[in-house]
């Protein structure tokens, strides 16, 4: 588990091509590494990977195919700036949000402009997503937990203040930039209670039907 305060920003060293999946070496720059042992866990960009090598200046990590279809790390690059956080403890502090580094789906940067001195994105989430982005709600992006200022569709809003610009990958972005998504994960296990035990059956959703039957919503 992460909070998604980024502790620094490092970049991909290699990429080896294994047996139809990847091995990939992330050189951590600023990154303490003398707490981290074989086999844990540090999200980059948003995606939870297990440290299998520690060459000293980073670690190396393989990736699977699920991993590949569902985020960007299909199309990162030798050099490529990532954002990184070691996982959580007992000690550490919250300052985010409860982050599992388990990606939803990629997203796209649709806009950013200058709104004083901070910056202001509008992105683009899969459709499927949209129901779980939430008005003032949180979520993760590329691994970072930030707070939503406004949804359309499947469209939202947020607000960059220049520390998070300088200090993540975020500071990069353009229009079109993919992006690594996971929503509050809350939202995803409210949706599976409120299923009840029609959650086993198959394609079980929560629809208007669904939930004027159940009397959240008068057609």
């Known amino acids: ?34 707490d981290v042992q074989l086999g844990d866990s540090i999200a980059t960009n948003g995606v939870c990977l297990t440290a299998v090598e520690l060459p ?11 991993t590949l279809d569902h985020t960007t790390v299909a199309d990162w690059k030798v050099g490529q700036a990532v ?3 070691k996982a959580l403890t007992p000690q ?37 997503l949209a129901k779980y982005i939430a008005h003032k709600g949180s979520i993760t992006v590329d691994g970072i937990s930030l707070t939503v200022n406004a949804v359309e569709g499947a469209e939202f809003e947020l607000n960059i203040v220049p520390h998070t610009l300088a200090q993540t990958v975020m500071g990069d972005y353009r229009q079109g930039t993919a992006v690594n ?8 296990y409210l ?3 409120l299923l009840g035990d029609k959650a086993a059956a198959a394609g079980a959703g929560i629809s208007a039907g669904f939930l004027a039957e159940h009397g959240f919503y008068n057609r």
Do not use: C
């Open 56 to 66: 000293g200046d980073g670690y190396w990590a393989d990736v699977s195919v699920e």
């Open 1 to 34: 588990m992460f909070t998604g305060i980024i502790e620094a920003v490092g970049k991909i060293l290699a990429l080896q091509p294994r047996g139809g999946d990847l091995r990939l070496r992330i050189g951590t720059g600023s990154l303490d590494l003398a």
């Open 191 to 193: 949706e599976r209670l």
């Open 181 to 188: 998504l996971e929503v509050d994960v809350i939202a995803r």
């Open 83 to 85: 954002n990184l956080e």
């Open 92 to 128: 550490t502090r919250l300052g985010g949000h409860i982050v599992s580094g388990h990606v939803d789906g990629v997203g796209e940067v649709v806009e950013r402009h200058a709104d004083a001195r901070s910056e202001r994105f509008r992105l683009r989430a899969p459709p499927p």
